[in-house]
DNA sequence: ACGAGGTCCTGCGAGC
DNA sequence: TGCTCGCAGGACCTCG
């Protein structure tokens, strides 16, 4: 669900809460979002660490906390955080948290995921570098060039959609703002990456920064899971040139919006009569 | 090395 | 009303 946008919210939103607090103890009730590690093992972990930041790589929430270690958070598609007011018991959880950390404020964060395709690692800072690593350029960043992206999209076969949802080539970039950098950027969603000329790129480069710079502003976007670090709705979703928009007339030229699962299986909004 | 395809999960709305 | 099917903001793994 969350992309850099969202991710980015929550960090903002929670970051007063979280930094320089005590976990006096942590919960984990479905243990199969936790990777690389043990229930007992990352509840052990956490009880008596402070957070001491709180930020956002890519779609990864990051807690950095005072052993050096951090608790990395990928939403996937339904995944939310957010620090509550008071503190809940566990038999009044909402049936689909997943981790409590209580708290030396007496505020309870919470993860919660519908489907648990999200992720929680517990990484030690080599881990973490391994994984920082692996990931791509952060769009938002200055020294992130249109020349260097560029660079990543050449030889490549596949289509531009795919690409530039691919973590390693840009960060961050998810299956809305894939759909609305390309409309704004004028280009087809199926053109082999390879095909897109250095001016192209360079706007698609510019589109992407854009459009998730908006989106910041706006707080995200929400169809239906995705809520704030304090538990509400973004305000993006009206904002929307293309991404569900299907039939309805292109913002830039009139024709209807088009829609095809036929790139990966995600669903592509596309406008036909301005996007090659 | 790259890219396609399957897999992990649950919920919801459309259509029969 | 009740069922099945397809689809949903993601990413990892294996195979060719």
Same mark, same amino acid.
């Given at each position: 669900m969350p992309e850099l946008p969202e991710v980015e919210t929550i960090a903002r939103d929670v970051r007063p809460h979280l930094?320089?607090?005590?976990?006096r103890s942590a919960r984990v009730f $479905?243990?199969?979002? =936790? $990777? $690389?590690?043990s229930k007992a093992r990352f509840e052990r972990s956490l009880a008596g660490r402070r957070v001491t930041g709180v930020g956002r790589r890519a779609k990864n929430l990051v807690l950095e906390l005072d052993d050096g270690r951090r608790i990395v958070?990928? #939403?996937?598609m339904t995944g939310s955080f957010q620090v509550d007011g008071r503190r809940r018991t566990a038999d009044g959880?909402? #049936?689909?948290? %997943?981790i409590h950390l209580e708290l030396d404020s007496g505020r309870m964060a919470r993860y919660r995921d519908v489907r648990r395709l999200g992720r929680v690692y517990l990484f030690t800072p080599a881990q973490w570098d391994k994984h920082d690593r692996s990931i791509g350029p952060e #769009? =938002?960043? #200055?020294?992130?060039t249109a020349g260097q992206f560029h660079a990543l999209l050449?030889?490549?076969? =596949?289509m531009i959609k795919k690409a530039i949802m691919d973590q390693r080539v840009?960060?961050? %970039?998810g299956n809305i703002y894939a759909n609305e950098a390309l409309w704004i950027a004028g280009?087809?969603?199926?053109?082999?990456?390879?095909? %897109?000329t250095a001016a192209e790129a360079a706007a698609l480069h510019q589109a992407i920064h854009d459009v998730l710079a908006r989106s910041i502003e706006g707080r995200g976007t929400t169809f239906r899971d995705y809520r704030t670090g304090t538990g509400e709705p973004g305000n993006y979703q009206g904002r929307l040139? %293309?991404?569900?928009?299907?039939g309805q007339p292109c913002l830039r030229c009139g024709r209807r919006i088009a829609v095809t699962h036929?790139?990966?299986?995600r669903s592509s909004y596309f406008c036909p009569g301005c996007q090659h």
């Open positions: 930094a320089g607090r005590t976990i $479905k243990s199969d979002i =936790l $990777k $690389k590690t958070i990928q #939403p996937g959880r909402d #049936p689909y948290d %997943v #769009p =938002l960043d #200055p020294d992130f050449k030889n490549r076969k =596949l840009v960060a961050g %970039v280009i087809d969603p199926s053109r082999e990456a390879r095909k %897109v040139a %293309v991404y569900d928009r299907a036929a790139i990966d299986g």
